[in-house]
């Protein structure tokens, strides 16, 4: 699909300099451009690149001043990495603009759904779904019985959803994620084998929750195990059983949260950390990546490390950890001398 300088720059309210009929056709970095392909300019790092790049459109901020002539158009906007993004995000739309159901599909006679839905082939949705408006299912998609999927919601190729989970509005589910499956509840007998506790809660996945690629959400023991609106999950996290994530709190990819542990809200979790199980976290928590956490933690600290300290502390402490050789030398020295 192509679009003019024109077209874009009234999707973004900007101002056009240059060829106002130039047509493009694809994406790029300004220092990759090639004709057809559309780029932006918001790290002033990058503006060498502007004189050079080929590609035929460039949005930047109104205050951007030429030095030398380019043969690029510019699309002037307020902000050219927020625009930017904007148009990511109209592309995505535009691109992913599917509808109707397509076959082989397995549709229970008792399952309903809303308007403008596309389910992809090879999908399943089991007994008493619910789908609501505007919602695509790409294909190979496992739907369980008695899920409910609310408006506007995405899910990816191979993703799965087990039964009685319920999807908010506007989340986004990435391929091969799995929503609800059992937690990790075993209880040794008095021979010392494991037996299984049944697990019979669901998860809820409140409205704007994006799940990554393979990223797994255990249903609860008992209750449910809640991601709550606006929450960032990347890729390949293991979320365990009555687990709560609190509002816009947004997660790396391979980090592991055992059951029933609380996390509050607008906190920032980096990549592989370990967070124990049946603790609370506060809100606005930053903790940093490959930290351990096996304490409760208070609103708006900053932890590093395994097991985590405070942030200072951590650096303070690291600075004598790099110097224990020479420091090591300098008591061996001292014993000599005393000898």
């Known amino acids: 699909m192509k679009f003019t300088a024109t077209q874009i720059a009234g999707i973004l309210e900007g101002e056009i300099v240059g060829n106002p009929e130039v047509e493009v056709s694809k994406l790029s970095k300004i220092e990759e451009g090639t004709t057809g392909s559309l780029t932006f300019l918001a790290n002033p790092k990058y503006k060498p690149h502007i004189y050079t790049t080929k590609a035929s459109i460039t949005i930047v901020n109104k205050s951007f001043d030429l030095d030398n002539e380019v043969s690029t158009t510019l699309i002037k906007v307020d902000d050219a990495y927020k625009s930017f993004s904007k148009l990511l995000e109209y592309y995505n739309q535009v691109r992913f603009n599917k509808t109707g159901i397509e076959q082989p599909v397995y549709l229970s006679e008792s399952a309903s759904y809303g308007d403008d839905i596309y389910m992809g082939a090879f999908t399943y949705v ?141 906190c920032m979790i980096g990549g592989q950390v370990g967070i124990v199980g049946h603790i609370t976290i506060g809100d606005r928590v930053r903790i940093q990546a490959q930290s351990g956490i096996g304490r409760n933690v208070k609103d708006d600290e900053i932890l590093q490390g395994s097991p985590a300290l405070n942030y200072g502390d951590y650096n303070k402490s690291y600075v004598h950890f790099k110097n224990l050789p020479k420091l090591v030398d300098k008591i061996d020295q001292l014993e000599k001398n005393k000898k």
């Open 126 to 266: 089991g007994d008493n779904v619910i789908i609501g408006n505007n919602v695509k299912i790409y294909p190979n998609v496992y739907i369980g019985d008695n899920v409910k999927i609310a408006d506007n919601v995405v899910v990816f190729s191979g993703a799965k959803i087990y039964s009685e989970s319920i999807v908010g509005n506007n989340c986004v589910i990435h391929s091969g994620s799995i929503i609800g499956a059992d937690g990790f509840g075993f209880s040794p007998d008095e021979n010392g084998e494991f037996q299984k506790v049944p697990q019979t809660g669901n998860v809820i996945l409140e409205d704007d929750v994006d799940v990554g690629a393979g990223t797994t959400i255990d249903r609860a023991t008992l209750g449910s195990t809640v991601i709550k609106k606006g929450v960032k999950l990347d890729n390949q996290i293991q979320i365990a059983h009555n687990v709560e994530i609190g509002e816009n709190t947004v997660i790396a990819a391979q980090t592991g949260i055992a059951g029933s542990t609380k996390i509050g809200k607008n």
